[in-house]
């Protein structure tokens, strides 16, 4: 069973930056396209972007285009989720998923706020 841990999150003031993590202790996520999500209290999960496989494409939602960017690191076996300029409306937990599967991690809380 392939399992996804999330971290990084934490309180930032606006404006600030955060990176966030993700990693699988038995799977190798370098195979796999990774999405990254986030649900904020009262609204449904939405996606924010996503990494191919062979990382040769990203996909950003225009909200955080320009501001966050996703990578890996292979030897660590991790995908990340660096997030500058950070808002207010950033407030949310953000999940990782293996796209087109149920593979979710549990979560990491990002509050932005002063």
């Known amino acids: 069973q392939l399992q996804l841990v999330e971290s990084g999150g934490g309180l930032v003031q606006p404006g600030g930056s955060l990176k966030l993590s993700c990693t699988a202790s038995?799977?190798?996520?370098?195979?796999?396209?990774i999405a990254w999500f986030r649900q904020s209290p009262g609204q449904e999960r939405e996606g924010i972007g996503c990494i191919s496989s062979n990382d040769r494409f990203t996909y950003y939602q225009n909200s955080v285009k320009g501001r966050f960017t996703i990578s890996r690191d292979n030897a660590k076996n991790t995908v990340y989720l660096q997030m500058n300029s950070l808002k207010p409306e950033d407030t949310a937990v953000y999940y990782c998923?293996?796209?087109?599967?149920?593979?979710w991690g549990q979560g990491t809380q990002v509050t932005v706020s002063s």
């Open positions: 038995s799977a190798t996520l370098s195979v796999y396209p």
């Open positions: 998923n293996v796209r087109h599967t149920t593979y």
